[in-house]
């Protein structure tokens, strides 16, 4: 009688491997599967069928059965009782042999890599019933709290800021247009006194003198600007209250991006931001201090509160280290991004008032690009700078969602004076 013999060659290098017939099923095999000789899909089938203990196969020909006939394997009883026989063990199983790559890309973490194994248990999202303490059926009753609010009030900067708002410009500036004025006043406001200080710790007393010095600032910067002065006084101060952490925002960041670009770009200074005039906070290594305007850690406040290293903003820092934008062009896009944001966020009067402004300081743009720089072709400029500025609005946006669910958590004990001085500003 003849034996069936089969040659499968498989390219691996210059190797071939002569494989008999299944012994299962007499079908071409593919390899040593689990201690017989098989082809892959009755390997498969003895992998299904050996681990599942509930399903009990019958055979409806009194267990003498071909195992494979007309195309299609006919009974799974015989066949399993034919894959024991040949020499199948489902001790030669093997289990965890997952790519790295698929247990692994749910692990990373900004910490490094966790065991696969804790995943779902230290990454596991709080719950609102433990984070609010009160089950679910209580969710709709306003929780009554253990700590009191702290009081901040603002009122003294506001009638400082007022003041200096009422009397004009510090210096006398002269230009030939508003834009040009700006600028000049930028590097007034900007003026430094004092080293460089690296701060280690950011807590209330840091965060309320940053508030300060960024708010009298603004209202500094305004004052060189003519068209904004003939405003009245009511709608200058709204404006200002309204505008000045949008300001600090990009300023921090084209601080930061200055001092890269002058040649602070080494590993150790990419990890500086700029804060102020003459400080800066190391992201890696600063301490933060929340203890003052919440009573939750930081970790269970991880969905609102994002990394000191996300204050940098990479995708707005990174093309404005590129752009290095002149003094003018810096002028402009705080310009553009303030009075953007008040027009928006008021509407009406001030929204027409805003479009004015920003169609006055692009005429004085254009007249700079053209007839300063000799560019007539600065569109591409333009784009590039409209582009950070989009981003930093768009992340404001986002940021307010979170800022509403906070509170109607209630999750701040803080209150201020003046509130519609700090919308958007945890952004």
């Given at each position: 009688?003849?034996?069936?013999?089969?040659?499968?060659?498989?390219?691996?290098?210059?190797?071939?491997?002569?494989?008999?017939?299944?012994?299962?099923?007499?079908?071409?095999?593919?390899?040593?599967?689990?201690?017989?000789?098989?082809?892959?899909?009755c390997?498969?089938?003895?992998?299904?069928?050996?681990i599942t203990?509930?399903?009990?196969?019958?055979?409806?020909?009194?267990?003498?059965?071909?195992?494979?006939?007309?195309?299609?394997?006919i009974c799974?009883?015989?066949?399993?009782?034919?894959?024991?026989?040949?020499?199948?063990?489902?001790?030669?199983f093997?289990?965890d042999?997952?790519?790295?790559?698929?247990t692994?890309?749910?692990?990373?973490?900004?910490?490094?890599?966790?065991?696969?194994?804790?995943?779902?248990?230290?990454?596991?999202?709080?719950?609102?019933?433990?984070?609010?303490?009160?089950?679910?059926?209580?969710?709709?009753?306003?929780?009554?709290?253990?700590?009191?609010?702290?009081?901040?009030?603002?009122?003294y900067?506001?009638?400082?800021?007022?003041?200096?708002l009422?009397?004009?410009?510090?210096?006398?500036?002269?230009?030939?247009?508003?834009?040009?004025?700006?600028?000049?006043?930028?590097?007034?406001?900007?003026?430094?006194?004092?080293?460089?200080q690296?701060?280690?710790?950011?807590?209330?007393?840091?965060?309320?003198?940053?508030?300060?010095?960024?708010?009298?600032?603004?209202?500094?910067?305004?004052?060189?600007?003519?068209?904004?002065?003939?405003?009245?006084?009511?709608?200058?101060?709204?404006?200002?209250?309204?505008?000045?952490?949008v300001?600090?925002?990009l300023?921090k960041?084209?601080?930061?991006?200055?001092?890269r670009?002058?040649?602070?770009?080494?590993a150790?200074?990419e990890?500086?931001m700029?804060?102020?005039?003459?400080?800066?906070?190391?992201?890696?290594?600063?301490?933060?201090?929340i203890?003052?305007?919440?009573?939750?850690?930081?970790?269970?406040l991880?969905?609102?509160f994002?990394?000191?290293?996300?204050?940098m903003?990479?995708?707005?820092?990174?093309?404005?280290?590129?752009?290095?934008?002149?003094?003018?062009?810096?002028?402009?896009?705080?310009?553009?991004?303030?009075?953007?944001?008040a027009?928006?966020?008021f509407?009406?009067?001030?929204?027409?008032?805003?479009?004015?402004?920003?169609?006055?300081?692009?005429?004085?743009?254009h007249?700079?690009?053209?007839?300063?720089?000799?560019?007539?072709?600065?569109?591409g400029?333009?784009?590039?700078?409209?582009?950070?500025?989009?981003?930093?609005?768009?992340?404001?946006?986002?940021?307010?969602?979170?800022?509403?669910?906070?509170?109607?958590?209630?999750?701040?004990c803080?209150?201020?004076?003046?509130?519609?001085?700090?919308?958007?500003?945890?952004?």
């Amino acid at each position: 009688m003849e034996t069936s013999e089969l040659e499968v060659y498989v390219p691996t290098g210059s190797m071939v491997f002569n494989y008999s017939a299944c012994q299962v099923c007499a079908q071409p095999a593919h390899g040593n599967h689990f201690g017989a000789i098989s082809c892959r899909a009755c390997a498969a089938f003895f992998r299904r069928a050996a681990i599942t203990a509930k399903t009990i196969y019958k055979c409806k020909n009194y267990d003498n059965c071909q195992i494979w006939k007309n195309g299609r394997f006919i009974c799974k009883k015989c066949r399993l009782v034919k894959c024991h026989e040949v020499g199948m063990d489902s001790s030669k199983f093997q289990f965890d042999r997952d790519p790295i790559s698929t247990t692994e890309q749910f692990v990373n973490t900004k910490n490094g890599k966790r065991p696969s194994s804790s995943i779902f248990f230290t990454h596991l999202p709080e719950t609102i019933e433990h984070f609010l303490g009160s089950p679910h059926f209580l969710l709709y009753i306003q929780p009554i709290r253990n700590f009191e609010k702290n009081f901040i009030d603002c009122q003294y900067l506001i009638e400082k800021a007022s003041k200096l708002l009422s009397l004009g410009a510090e210096k006398p500036i002269f230009a030939k247009n508003n834009l040009e004025k700006l600028a000049l006043g930028l590097n007034l406001v900007r003026a430094q006194s004092g080293e460089m200080q690296i701060l280690k710790v950011l807590g209330k007393n840091e965060a309320m003198t940053f508030w300060e010095k960024d708010f009298l600032a603004v209202a500094r910067w305004l004052t060189y600007f003519d068209d904004f002065q003939e405003l009245p006084h009511a709608q200058q101060v709204l404006v200002l209250k309204s505008v000045w952490h949008v300001w600090s925002r990009l300023d921090k960041l084209a601080l930061t991006a200055s001092r890269r670009s002058l040649g602070h770009n080494c590993a150790q200074q990419e990890k500086i931001m700029m804060v102020g005039y003459n400080s800066a906070i190391d992201v890696k290594n600063v301490k933060l201090d929340i203890s003052w305007f919440t009573k939750y850690t930081k970790e269970q406040l991880g969905f609102f509160f994002e990394e000191v290293e996300d204050w940098m903003l990479t995708p707005v820092l990174d093309p404005l280290t590129q752009l290095q934008p002149t003094d003018m062009e810096i002028t402009y896009m705080l310009c553009q991004l303030c009075f953007h944001y008040a027009g928006k966020r008021f509407q009406g009067e001030i929204l027409e008032v805003m479009e004015r402004f920003q169609e006055s300081l692009a005429a004085n743009l254009h007249d700079y690009y053209v007839n300063e720089l000799n560019m007539p072709r600065y569109c591409g400029r333009l784009n590039q700078m409209m582009k950070i500025n989009n981003r930093i609005q768009q992340d404001i946006w986002e940021k307010r969602s979170k800022y509403e669910v906070a509170k109607i958590l209630d999750i701040y004990c803080v209150e201020f004076s003046h509130p519609e001085m700090f919308l958007d500003a945890a952004a």
